[in-house]
C-alpha cells in the first residue's frame, strides 16, 4: 500500500470507498481495514457506504469481531446508521454463528426506530440456528409475521435448519409446505434439513416420502440427501 499513500494520488472519500469496495468483492479484509486507518490517519471522513463496504469484507472473511469493532467505529464517527449498515454487521456476525451479537444488533436498531426488513431478520434467524437456539430463532420468525415483514427462502430454510437438531419434524414440514404453497425457491439444503430432522425423531415414512416427492419440484437427489435418508430410515 505504499504506492497508494495520499501523497502521491488525490485520495478523497469517493476514491477510499471505491477501494475498499474492491476489497469487499475480493475478500481482502486486511487490505479494507488498512484503508479505514489511512481515512483516518488522513483526515478524511468516511460516509456510510464506505463503513459498510468495510463490515462486508470483514463478513466475507468469517471476521465477524473486526466487523463489530468497525461498526463500532461507525457508531462514533459523525456518520446516520442506516438500516444497510446494521444488516452488515448481523450478516456477519450470522457468519460467525454469533447469534446473541445478531440479537442485540436487532434491538438497537428498533430502539433507534431503524426499519428491520427481510435481510436483518434472515440473518438473524439464521445465526440462531447456527447456534442451535431454536425457539429464539421462531420468536424471530413470529415476530416477522407480527410485523408484516415478508419471509423469503433463506428466512425458512433457516428456520427449518433451527428444527434439526432438535427433532421437531413437524414444524419443518409445515414450514417445507408453506414454502411451496407459496411458490418460493426451494433447494436441496432445506429439503435435507427437513428429512435429516424427520430421522432424528424417528420419522422415517415421511424422510422417504419428501424423497419421492423431489421428481415433481425438480430438484434431484444428491449424496447429502440420500445420508439424510439414510440416516433416516436407519440404514
Known sequence: FSSMEPSNVHWDTFTFSAVISACEKHGEWQKAMQLISMMVRCKVEADSF???????????SLEWETALQVFILMSGAKVELDTIGFNAAISACEKGCEWQPSLELVTSMEQQALEVDTIT????????????????AFKLFNFMAHRAIEKDSITYSSAISACEPHGH????????????????????V??????????KAGEWRKALALLDEMPSIALTPNAITYNATIVACGV
Open 50 to 60: 464506505t463503513w459498510c463496504a468495510a463490515i462486508s469484507s470483514c463478513e466475507k
Open 121 to 136: 431478520c434472515a440473518a438473524a434467524v439464521s445465526a440462531c440456528a447456527k447456534g442451535q437456539e431454536w425457539i429464539t
Open 169 to 188: 419434524w413437524q414444524t419443518a414440514a409445515r414450514l417445507w409446505s408453506e414454502m411451496a404453497e407459496r411458490r418460493m425457491e426451494v433447494d436441496l
Open 190 to 199: 432445506a429439503l435435507s434439513a427437513v428429512i435429516s430432522t424427520c430421522g
